[in-house]
Structure formats: structure tokens, C-alpha cells
């Protein structure tokens, strides 16, 4: 189940008032930018899109984690039924399923850890998934950025980036590119649009 895009919206707002921040915007870029690519693919719901770039990172609600979002939102979500955002939540920060390339500290409990664990291992990553993956990794706070140097400046900020989570970056633009049959920085409006 889904919340509309007004109810995304409002638990978007509601959650910057807890833990305000540039992810909020880094939301709605994302957010736009997955849209914009759903609209282009054309076997894809753009609302769902929109809806799930909207509220991937709504763990954030919690407080300044870096894996406990991850944890903190899918279990949010989950409360409220939300299981296909509760998902993205997820799936956005492990492109090939598995923590090993997680990008931050591990600051989860060894039970939100294992609940990371056991719902990654039951997952069948789909176009959903793998969108939303695009689109946090072209989301910034202020609108989209190129996708290499957006990896390289987390690489700056973490001192690494995995190298098989940076080629899925970049098999992923290629495949949505393939996809929309155009440029991914023309589809998203990368030179004009701002949150």
C-alpha cells in the first residue's frame, strides 16, 4: 500500500519539523527525479515514483543516523502500512542487497541490524528499486547533480565508495537512459530544476 502523494507530502513536512535538514529537498529532488523517469519509461506509475523518491529517506525523521535511517524508516513505514515505501526505504541503500557496501557508520542495534538483514534476503529488487536507487544517487539538496561527481563527493565525506556500488550507479543511468531513450540529465531537467 501507498499513501497519496498529498498524505507523502504531509509526512514529508511533519518529519523535517522533527529533524530539519538538506535531505528534505535531497527528497524532493529525488522525488522529481523519479517521476520524470517514470513518465519517460512509460511501464512505470509516475505517482508511485514520485511517492516513493519522496519518502526513501523519511527515516531521517529520527534523528542524524547514518544506517539506523535505513532501519528507522522501513520500520515507520511499516507502522502505517506502507509497505512499498517501508521497501525503498530499504533497497535505496544497497544496490546489490547486501550491507557490505553501505556507505556511513553501522550505528543499528543488533536487532535493527537483523531486521536490515532478513528483509534484504527476501527481496527481489524490481524497476521500483531500482529507480530510486538512481535517484538518491542524482538528488542533491539544491537539484540534480551529475552522478559521478555527487559519488565522488560522498567518497570525500565517507573516505570511500565501494567500486561495485559505483558501477551499479552508473549501469543504472545507463538502463533507465536506454529506457527513456534519452539523456538521464535531460529527462530529470538537471540545469533547471530546483526544489
Known sequence: ?????EKAEELLREAE???????GNHSRVAAHC????????????ADKAYILGLLHDIGRKFGVRHLGHVSDGYSYMRSLGYDEVARVCLTHSFHNLTIDEYIGRFDTTGEELQIIQDALGAIVPDEYDRLIQLCDSLAGAEGVL??????EDVK???????QKKWDKNLELKRH???KTGRDIYLVTEKEVFRP
Request: with cysteine; proline share 10%; net charge negative.
Open 146 to 151: 551529475d552522478i559521478e561527481e555527487r559519488m
Open 156 to 162: 570525500r565525506r565517507y573516505g570511500s565508495y565501494p
Open 17 to 23: 519539523t522533527c529533524n530539519p535538514g538538506p535531505w
Open 1 to 5: 500500500m501507498l499513501p497519496t502523494r
Open 176 to 178: 533507465f537512459e536506454e
Open 34 to 45: 523519479a517521476e520524470k523517469i517514470a513518465q519517460g519509461c512509460g511501464d512505470l506509475d
